[in-house]
């Protein structure tokens, strides 16, 4: 691929930019120590379904993230397994339209 030399000008300004600086600190302890609701105490279970249009290896279906932003905004107490019970499963679809992943919460 041959880039003209404006083109390279372009992206070598764009590459050599400084990173955009996030608009609030990002907080790195679960939020119960700022004072978040208390849910159920009761262990609730968590089911996360990734639809993708190719399936992964199990070990790449990776949840972490989604558990985290569960813990982060208080709706679980915890991500250990004594107050979770956590499913992780994944379904073919046709289209990247159809592609997302959706999160299913039940407490007892």
Same mark, same amino acid.
């Given at each position: 691929?041959? @880039?003209?030399?404006?083109?390279?000008?372009?992206?070598?300004?764009?590459?050599?930019?400084? &990173?955009?600086?996030?608009?609030?600190? &990002?907080?790195h302890? %679960?939020?119960?120590?700022?004072? $978040?609701?208390?849910?159920?105490? /009761?262990?609730?279970?968590?089911?996360?379904?990734s *639809?993708?249009?190719?399936?992964?290896?199990p070990?790449?279906?990776? %949840?972490?993230?989604? #558990?985290? $932003?569960?813990?982060y $905004?208080?709706?679980?107490?915890?991500?250990? $397994?004594k107050? #979770?019970?956590? *499913? @992780?499963?994944?379904?073919?679809v046709?289209?990247?339209k159809?592609?997302?992943?959706?999160?299913?919460?039940? *407490? /007892?």
């Open positions: 691929m041959r @880039v003209t030399e404006e083109e390279y000008e372009k992206l070598k300004t764009r590459l050599t930019r400084a &990173p955009a600086q996030p608009k609030h600190t &990002p907080q302890e %679960p939020l119960e120590a700022h004072g $978040a609701q208390e849910t159920d105490t /009761s262990r609730p279970v968590v089911c996360i379904t *639809f993708t249009t190719r399936l992964q290896d070990d790449n279906c990776c %949840p972490k993230y989604h #558990i985290d $932003a569960l813990r $905004a208080g709706i679980i107490k915890d991500d250990r $397994a107050d #979770i019970e956590l *499913f @992780v499963y994944q379904e073919k046709k289209t990247k159809e592609e997302r992943i959706e999160i299913e919460i039940q *407490f /007892s």
